[in-house]
DNA sequence: TGTTACTTTGCAATCATTACAAAGATGAAA
DNA sequence: TTTCATCTTTGTAATGATTGCAAAGTAACA
């Protein structure tokens, strides 16, 4: 993942504007890396910014992923969570504690059958079980 | 994926009560293979079965993936899909038409970085892109 | 200060999904 | 055939996530 010093500056140079609730938002999303739902986030923030609206999360998280950059993580089907890591890179969900970790995988060992002329934009690879720290 | 020759032998054996509905929703998603969503099976179904439930729909759905003969996929956060084949294969989702087209891979050749000691349940993946016939 | 452009907020609307209780169907026992 | 128990479906209301939109707030600058 890539090391950023200045999050306005990052944020300008992607061609938006570093106002407090979207450096704020950004900043939870790189430095945790948990992989946060809108509501997460909001509950995280409000006490930092109490006028933070959750329709301001939603607005700025759009605005994000259309820049390009932040990711939308979809594992399961009743919550979207966000990455600020937008490398290729695996995700693994616990069913027990459910905290989603990250893995490597390399994406040219995948040898895809029936998708010949397909353009391939993006590549999502997620598994599902049981984590080390919750086997027994 | 698994030939059925009677789908209501293949629910009971699944320890489902055949009912027309289930009969039909399974049916469908057997026979037409295309990945729909709850909203496009009832109003596929409707002009069948005029009195059909949407919420019979959604409890038949749920019923299935508990049984295991159906799988979800989660490729947009806003459409959750099922598929009757709930074998180990690939998703590729075309942004212009919005098919979602079947592939298969080889699970064995991803070699996961990250995971040692994690016990892995389910494997998913899946592709954004153009398909084959929306690239003029 | 006044103007303009952009951002945030709050609330209402929409859409997907779930909860729940009433009504309907099935099938075996009497 | 009637009765009874059980399972299934239906309709509606409730919930929860997300979006639309207009009003209020902010910042830069002439
Ligand atoms: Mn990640
Ligand atoms: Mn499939
Ligand atoms: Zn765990
Ligand atoms: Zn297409």
């Known amino acids: 993942m890539i090391e950023i010093k200045?999050?306005?500056?990052?944020?300008?140079v992607n061609k938006i504007?570093?106002?407090v609730q979207r450096v704020k938002?950004?900043?939870y999303l790189y430095t945790k890396r948990n992989h946060p739902t809108v509501e997460s986030i909001h509950k995280e923030l409000i006490d930092e910014i109490p006028t933070l609206s959750k329709t301001t999360v939603y607005n700025t998280l759009k605005q994000f992923v259309e820049k390009g950059i932040?990711?939308?993580i979809n594992i399961e089907d009743n919550e979207t969570r966000?990455?600020?890591?937008?490398?290729?890179?695996?995700?693994?969900?616990?069913?027990k504690c459910g905290i989603v970790y990250d893995f490597l995988f390399d994406n040219s060992d995948i040898k895809i059958n029936g998708l010949d002329n397909f353009d391939i934009h993006q590549t999502h690879l997620y598994i599902k079980g049981i984590c080390k720290n919750c086997k027994n």
């Open 6 to 12: 200045n999050i306005g500056e990052y944020l300008k």
């Open 17 to 19: 504007m570093p106002s």
């Open 25 to 27: 938002i950004f900043e």
């Open 70 to 72: 932040i990711q939308i």
């Open 82 to 95: 966000y990455d600020a890591d937008t490398s290729t890179h695996g995700h693994f969900k616990c069913i």
